[in-house]
């Protein structure tokens, strides 16, 4: 996770760990080849330690290693702030500068 170059994202919806675990694949790369052929990892890891991508398995890691990665992100003001917006739609892309705003 922190070995190399990398761009981190937290990714917010209803069941996020379970989403993105699921398009990244399995871990080791030769079984996401054979047995998941269209993830992430199948496509584009090299190895079992360099396999592409990272996705945190509990809300537990989510913390520990948004905290590293994104030391700046406060859980506390996302679910008291953000959150709601993002709920009740009041959150909206804007494509050209690659930014959420309200």
């Not at 996705?55 to 953000?82: A, L, T």
Request: with cysteine; net charge negative; aromatic share 10%.
């Amino acid at each position: 996770m922190t070995s190399g170059p990398s761009e981190s994202y937290i990714l917010a919806r209803e069941d996020a760990i379970s989403v993105w675990r699921r398009l990244m694949g399995p871990t080791k790369v030769f079984k996401a080849q054979m047995s998941d052929p269209d993830t992430i990892r199948a496509q584009h890891g090299l190895t079992d330690t360099r396999n592409a991508t990272h996705g945190s398995d509990s809300d537990e890691s989510v913390r520990r290693e948004v905290n590293i990665m994104i030391p700046q992100f406060c859980f506390e003001n996302w679910r008291q702030i953000e959150e709601p917006l993002f709920r009740n739609e009041k959150v909206h892309f804007n494509e050209k500068q690659f930014i959420h705003f309200t």
